[in-house]
């Protein structure tokens, strides 16, 4: 009897140490799990970190190739708009001369025509019947230049100007104040829209 009681009492303590070895066994390999677990996070977060990285990277450079298109864009659309800007000016300049200046080389000659009727009604008796009757056609005639902006230039008595005078001969000035100046106008010098049609062709005191 007392020797099954000892029997029995170490099959009991070789259980527990049985039990203890399969709990310890079994604690091993939950740490063990438990550890291969976090590594397995860690890489895990690792390899999302690096994919994180890459993406911001592919933004980043996305976002800087758009900047340099734009960029490329914005200039080559300032260039156009400055090109366009010149040549509206340049057009608007040529037509505005155009409009301004468009009867120029009709105008002038037509000159000629007014000097030779100029000439015609000086040369007339007072008592002529046809003298009026020229007058009011030259007159005529002047006004509607004028109004195309022809304006006679008033060379008599004015200093000599070689940007509105053209001298054809010289004379001894009759005094030392007529020096330099205009004493005798030969053909008279238009303006065309304040620019110099037609010199004046001039006598000066030398």
Known sequence: MEQENKEQVENEQIEKEQTVNQEETMAADDNASADETAQEEDRSRRSRKKRAERQVDELTAKVEDMGR???EINDKYMRIYSEYENYRKRTSAEKAGLILNGGKDVIKLMLPIVDDMERAVANMGDGDAAKEGMQLILKNMLNALQQKGLKPMEAMGAKF?????????????PSPEA????????????????????????????
Request: zero cysteines; charged letters at 25%.
């Open 69 to 71: 298109k734009m960029a």
């Open 179 to 206: 020096k330099g100046t205009v004493v005798d106008v030969v053909k008279k010098g238009y303006f065309l829209n304040d620019e110099v049609l037609r010199f004046a062709q001039v006598v000066v005191a030398n």
């Open 161 to 173: 100007d070689e940007n509105f005078h053209e001298a054809i001969t010289q004379i001894p000035a």
